[in-house]
Each structure stands twice: as C-alpha cells, then as structure tokens.
C-alpha cells in the first residue's frame, strides 16, 4: 500500500503515481478511513466503476463488478435504507458517465476526495492529562485534535507554523505551542 498524500493530483507528473494515489485513496473510502457523506460515497463508487470497467451496460453486469471489487464502506452500507438503494443510487450516477474516459473518471475521482476534510489525515488514539480519550490528527497543514466520534470536524487545530517543540518518548507525545507574537 502507498502512504503519501498530496494536496492536489495536478502536483503529479507521473500518470502511475496518479494511479497508485487514486487506489489507495478507493481503498481507504471503502475501509471507512476516509469519512464521507452517503451520495458522496455513490458518486465516488459510480467514478470507481466507470474507470474500471468503462460505461454502464446493465444492472448483473454492474451487480458482478461490485461483488468482485466492493465501492462502498460497511458504515454507509449500514447507514442506507437498504442494498437495493444503494444500487439504485449508484446506477443514477454511473449512467450518467457514459462516455468518460477512464483518466477522466480518475481525475474526477480524485478531485472529489481532495475536497474532503478527513483526507491526507492520519488518525492515532491518544489520551490527554486528565484521561480523556481522543483522536490526533496528522496532516500537512499541522496538528488537529478530534472527537474519536467524529473525525471531520477538529475541536481543536494547531498550524505547524503555531508549534514549537515536538517531543515523542516512551508512548508519551507532547507539543509545544508558540505564543501569538504581537
């Protein structure tokens, strides 16, 4: 599995690395790592489909490849009112991407998730002082501390401009914070 992230696939020159980036980013969607809203998660598996196999032929055709190469998380799976809508929902989608070119349906892809607030973030258990259980957040822009239910909004950020010191010893992580300067 590939482990980077960057801001924007147009930083890319290589189209393999585009690739890589593309699938490791469908495999994160589909584990659940990268949290998305439920017609998010159909169009992405709709832009899956079409740069997989190309145009919509018809419903078994389309059942089959979902079988082979599941586009959907567990999570949104269980959030739906059924698997039949799910189906539904993504064949609206995919239909209307006849003609796309599979580089295209990538791009597209891709663009989608960049927009998202959980990508490019690695997420670690972590506990402060006084015991409270949360997430941390590691991503280019800096340091975000999260509910550990709910991984899209931070209740707190730190910019790596704003932080001083960071120090990891013994499963203990610590950061300092600089003063405002005034």
Same mark, same amino acid.
């Given at each position: ?8 696939? $147009? ?8 690739? /890589?980036?593309?699938?490791?980013? @469908? ?6 790592? *990268?949290? *998305? +809203?439920?017609?998010?998660?159909? +169009? ?17 055709? %389309? ?8 586009? /959907?998380?567990?999570? *949104? %799976? ?7 809508? &799910?189906?539904? !929902? ?5 239909? #209307?991407?006849?003609?796309?070119? !599979?580089? #295209?349906?990538?791009? #597209?892809?891709? $663009? ?14 972590? $506990? ?11 991503? &280019? ?10 991984? !899209? *909004? ?8 704003? /932080?001083? #010191?960071?120090?990891? @010893? ?8 600089? +003063?405002?300067? @005034?």
């Amino acid at each position: 599995m590939v482990k980077f992230f960057v801001e924007s696939i $147009t930083h890319l020159k290589d189209t393999v690395t585009v690739e /890589l980036l593309y699938l490791q980013a @469908r495999s994160l969607v589909v584990k659940g790592v *990268i949290q *998305i +809203e439920q017609e998010t998660a159909f +169009e992405l598996a709709a832009y899956g489909l079409q740069a997989a196999y190309g145009d919509f032929i018809d419903k078994e055709t %389309m059942d089959e490849h979902l079988k082979k190469d599941p586009a /959907l998380s567990a999570k *949104i %799976m269980k959030e739906s009112a059924s698997p039949l809508y &799910c189906e539904e !929902r993504i064949i609206d989608y995919y239909k #209307n991407l006849k003609g796309l070119l !599979r580089g #295209n349906a990538i791009v #597209n892809y891709m $663009t989608i998730i960049e927009s998202l607030s959980t990508y490019g973030i690695h997420y670690y258990d972590v $506990t402060d002082k006084s015991g409270g259980a949360y997430l941390l957040g590691i991503s &280019c822009k800096g340091l975000g501390q999260y509910r550990t239910t709910d991984k !899209r *909004i931070p209740e707190r950020v730190f910019l790596w401009k704003d /932080l001083g #010191n960071l120090l990891f @010893r013994d499963k203990k992580f610590s950061a300092e914070v600089l +003063e405002a300067r @005034r």
